[in-house]
């Protein structure tokens, strides 16, 4: 955890320059979620990086608590929720598996662009689906890189594989498709309600699913 945190840490400086390339995918992604969010829900943001989608998304809700793994990225998050005002949000350097978590806490968790980059994603499935309320809904967005994308693209990933490879990005990138994410959450216990594929240069996998409540 501790590379992979320094990794993110230094990436955090660059962190929304760099995803600017992907606007449109993220702003169609918050807008879309804006559409399963309630003024009563208590909001988890899993892996909120440097807080654009909590903030936007935080005057729809009663409260989110964001995270992740990066201080840096926290620091950031921090400051950009103070210069816009925002103040449900509560911002914290910390896993998923945090014991300050309970079980079904939460109406709604996110986790945008992020589960093809964990060490086991079936576990946080799992833990996802623990935090949830009965009724809760997760909602996530996924690149899915073996799905359609440009050459550019292509390119920039076959130079991230070989740097994963030699150890210079300590995490692993997960070459998902569609069928991948279909299949991590049918066999984590969720039901999709809704799927849309966004493309712009990369395909990335929008999917609103509701927890299935496991046989007792």
Known sequence: MNKAKEFWDKASKNYDKSEERFEYIHDKTRESTKNYLKINDIVLDYGCG????????SNLVKEVHALDIS???IEIAKNKAAENNV???DFEQSTIFDNRYKKESFDVILAFNMLHTVNSPQNVISRIHDLLKNDGVF???????KDRKSLLVSMQMLLVSILSRVGIIPISIR????????KL??????QKLKTEEVYEGASSYFVVAKKILQAQ
């Open 87 to 89: 103040e449900n949000v």
């Open 175 to 182: 070459r998902y498709r569609r069928s991948d994410v279909d």
């Open 185 to 190: 959450l049918e066999n984590g216990g969720f």
């Open 50 to 57: 440097t807080g654009t989608a909590s903030c936007e998304l």
């Open 139 to 145: 909602i996530t967005a996924t690149p899915c890189l």
């Open 71 to 73: 201080s840096e990225m």
